[in-house]
């Protein structure tokens, strides 16, 4: 009784019960209006009928005479289901007709009946007409002729009562039974989604509570529930995934910027207790400048890194053309690739449009090949960088090497903060080039992969096709 009772406490209860309630004010006056408009229209045939008998009369009277018309009524008095006649003398007593009595004053007054009155036909027990709601009522039309008889033309009028009486209990029968049909409708379907809204609130207390592997439950109707719940598993996911890179960068950072801070402190302290009057102090400082620059280094790749993920850059996406990119920076780097050795091969088709940041298009190309160059490098060997169509929906840029590559098992795991494989440590760098690839690559829609290019590695970027 209680989990019925905070239904009605929902928004959707009070809706549906408004709704209800203006849907039976506006069944009870459509039940009053129609059956009101099918009396009125009965009543109006009944008076057109009333109206066409009395002209009838009226000329057989102007052509024969008061006799015939006097017989004249009393054979249409005797046909089956006939109106309703009298003919009265100045006093009102019944001379011939079907009616033998009448509500008192109805034949005072010349014209038109002011009301439906009550009446008795010839052989009904006249004492009918003083129960009012047994005795029949009718319309009538009265005529007084020039010796002071009086003449009455009537219609029943149980008919258009009778059909007033039936469109009024249809009326209310569909009323009461639509008016239970949303009763119903509405308990079992709002229970439903009463019940999807407790699963959800319990779903929410447990998010909030920390839980971030729940999810709101979504089921197979595609409803707006659902498309709700949708979205909002969406954004937990993000939320959850962002937690878990700043817990792994907060682990990273204790981790990975623990060294070279030891380094700088051991600087400082070997400059402090050596002899004072030596003057090496500018080389110590240097040395510190520059681990400070590292450090400075990391740090706005970590803050880019996080502003691009979170989606916060300040750069809008603009349509570029991605072989343009590539092709300025094969021909930036291509002295840094002889000078190590190395031949930097271009094959890059054009033109490749795209909607996306040029700067941090270049930075991810650049990283591509600063990695290529570090890790690729081997005698005579050759960097490629090729940029081509693939189908009709995506642009593919790959920087390929002839180095040792990386485990399959590790392809994945490359692309996190400060992963630095085993091989690698020797080289400089902070682990933070891949992270930095794969967060501009999930801006831009696209995706980061490593493949084998058997020697070497080739990454390749998949960029979605510009719609323009």
Known sequence: MKRFLAAFNTTAARLSALYLILFSACAVILVFYMTGSAARFLVNETREAIAEEVQDLGGVYQRNGLRVLVRDIDRRSRRPGAN???????????????????????????GWTEKPFVYARFGDDVAVINDPEKA??????????????????????????????????????????????????????????????????EASARIVAGDLSGRLPVSSANDEFDR??????????????????????????????????????????????????????????????????????????????????????KQKLDEVDLSAIAAELAELYEPLVEDAGMTLVNEIDAPLPIAGNR??????????????????????????????????????????????????????RVKGRFVRLD??????????????????????????????????????????????
């Open 84 to 110: 309703l006649y009298m003919i009265a003398d100045n006093t009102g007593r019944y001379l011939a007709g079907n009616v033998i009595a009448l509500q008192p004053g109805v034949l005072d007054t010349q």
């Open 423 to 468: 091989e690698s440590r020797t080289k400089p760098g902070s682990g933070l080039g891949l992270s930095l690839v794969s967060a501009i690559m999930g801006l831009h829609g696209g995706d980061l992969t490593l493949e084998d290019a058997a020697p070497g590695l080739r990454v390749v970027l998949s960029f979605p096709v510009s719609k323009s």
């Open 136 to 201: 029949p009522r009718a319309l009538a039309q009265v005529i007084v002729v020039n010796n002071g008889m009086r003449i009455l033309v009537g219609r029943d009028l149980g008919e258009p009562q009778r059909f007033r009486e039936i469109v009024r209990q249809a009326l209310i029968t569909a009323l009461g039974i639509m008016a239970a049909g949303g009763f119903l409708i509405w308990f079992f379907v709002g229970r439903r989604a009463l019940q999807r809204i407790d699963r959800v609130s």
């Open 359 to 412: 700067e941090l298009i270049g930075q991810a190309i650049t990283n591509l090949i600063d990695n290529a160059i570090k890790y690729g490098c081997k005698p005579d060997g050759k960097i490629t960088i090729s940029a081509e169509r693939a189908g009709g929906k995506w642009l593919r840029l790959a920087v390929s090497d002839q180095g040792s590559g990386v485990p399959d098992e590790d392809k994945e």
């Open 228 to 313: 709700l719940s949708t979205s909002l598993n969406g954004m937990i996911e993000k939320i959850s995934k962002l937690n878990d890179g700043l817990r792994d960068v907060s682990d990273s950072i204790a981790h990975d910027l623990k060294t070279p801070l030891t380094r700088l402190r051991n600087r400082a302290e070997a400059a402090l207790s050596g002899d004072p009057q030596r003057a090496d102090y500018r080389t110590v400082l240097e040395d510190m400048i520059g681990e400070a620059d590292q450090l400075i280094k990391v740090f706005n790749a970590l803050l880019l890194i996080s502003r691009v993920e979170a989606g916060f850059s």
